[in-house]
């Protein structure tokens, strides 16, 4: 050995590390096993549990990857550092050649990927591509925009904005996609989760198991309103309350005006606009002059504003051709504005928002 180059062996020290590690590992394993994820987030469908098991065994096996690996760096840190006294240019340890044991650290994360990539394809494709076979099952569209979603029943005119509406222990087919960016549609309590793609029709099966309230999350970044994709709630109901559900729905749906005439136009009421205004529009819109731009331009002085005696679709600020705006959306210089349909606005929701837009005309 010549001087100045220090070869190290593999002390006591090291192996002392290795079985406080090898503890640590152990409670880390004992507390991914003991650990009541039910508690925390329901198990609403029945392929929760699977999915929880299969994060339980992904986390079960990390846990003595993720305190060997740093424990070790810790460790050789502390070990070999630089000592005082010691000139700066002494070669560091060289500690090397352990063949038994680069073997193991090899072999066994390969055969755990191995598994792992074996369970994950039995599982999830029959879940993300079977579609319920059952004739007691039912199919609904989910639909994502900026910033909201849009779920379509069969026999229902309409489609029913930001609320999803499911009976328990019926097998469900959600066709997922998009009519503008891609958003991603995650029910945390299901386990579930699809990318929303444009032009693309992706279909989930599960079977709700628990009656309940579960927030709905888009976990993909789609704008400047992606935050506000979240908030919103799936409704698993018994038949029963699902039935009544549907029937209003479908009631309301029916009597609602299709139309905005003049007649429903001005009998717009202001305050119910400004609270739609906050949940539909405010996303996108400030009630703040034209330059206070989000995705679209302010909307404080729609009604009167010198540098903008027009419209975007070129029409005067009319309640009227503001309305048309809102019903059927606009796309110009400034992007797209979805129609009413897309915002789950009714001809009544376009003429109270017009009235609240009236009132912001302070001029
Ligand atoms: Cu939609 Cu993020």
Known sequence: ????????????????ATIVMGVISALGMWGVVAFPIPRFLPEATGISAQIDWLFKFMAFFSVPILVYVNGYILYFTVRYRHRAGTPMETPGSS???????????TAIPAVLMLVLGVLSYLLIPQYYTARAATTNSITVEAIGHQFSWEFRYPGLRDPVPDELHLPVGIAVTIDVTSTDVIHSFW????????????????????TPTQVGKFEIVCTEFCG???????????YVQSQPDFDAWYAAEKKKQASAPQEVTAAVLAAGDASAGQSLFAQKCTVCHNAAPFDQRKVGP?????????????LL?????TPQDVAEIVEHGLTGSMG????????????????????YLKTLDTK
């Open 313 to 317: 679709s070129g029409k005067p600020p």
């Open 95 to 105: 500690v090397h050649d352990h063949p038994a044991l680069e073997f193991w650290w």
């Open 1 to 16: 050995m010549d001087k100045g180059h220090t070869e190290h062996r593999l002390d006591a020290g090291f192996w002392r």
């Open 224 to 234: 400047v309103g992606h935050s506000g994709m979240r908030d919103r709630y799936v």
């Open 187 to 206: 029910v945390p309590a299901f386990r579930m989760k699809q990318d929303m793609i444009p032009g693309m029709v992706v279909p989930m099966t599960m």
């Open 298 to 310: 302010g909307l404080g002085d729609l009604f009167h504003d010198p540098a903008h005696p027009k």
């Open 336 to 355: 797209t504005m979805p129609n009413a349909q897309t915002n789950g606005l009714s001809a009544k929701d376009v003429a109270d928002l017009v009235a």
